[in-house]
């Protein structure tokens, strides 16, 4: 059987303080985390959580919202090492085809380089 919350008077929307919102973001957001489980504890539709965090630009590990970071680093030695089946020079260009490419794919890139 299902939970009925039967809000009276006239007031139905509850105030959250600031210190309330990040603490609620904390739990939400903390690593292993399940956002919907947070919200629904704290009795608290999982969209607004996400709301809080768009405002308050709120990163658990204290840095800014936004892209993640991205580390290049070079191919392994086994990769950079295999063979190529083709080596194609065209309108300088350069492409390397793989043994194991599927012949779609190697046609396609053949027929790019060619226009």
């Given at each position: 059987?299902?939970?009925v919350t039967?809000?009276?008077g006239?007031?139905r929307?509850?105030i959250w303080d600031?210190a309330?919102k ?5 739990r939400?957001?903390?690593?292993g985390a399940?956002l ?10 999982p969209?607004?959580l996400?709301r809080w965090?768009?405002?308050f630009g709120f ?11 991205v ?6 030695p086994?990769?950079?090492?295999r063979a ?8 300088g260009a ?10 779609p794919l190697?046609t396609?890139?053949?027929q790019?380089?060619s226009?």
């Amino acid at each position: 059987m299902g939970q009925v919350t039967v809000f009276a008077g006239s007031e139905r929307r509850r105030i959250w303080d600031d210190a309330e919102k990040l603490a609620l973001l904390a739990r939400a957001f903390a690593p292993g985390a399940v956002l919907a489980h947070v919200a629904r504890a704290a009795d608290v539709h999982p969209s607004q959580l996400y709301r809080w965090r768009k405002e308050f630009g709120f990163t658990p590990d204290g840095g800014t919202q936004g892209f993640a970071q991205v580390v290049v680093q070079p191919d392994p030695p086994e990769v950079a090492r295999r063979a190529c089946a083709i080596r194609v020079c065209l309108n300088g260009a350069e492409v390397e085809i793989g043994e194991h490419a599927p012949l779609p794919l190697a046609t396609a890139v053949l027929q790019a380089l060619s226009r």
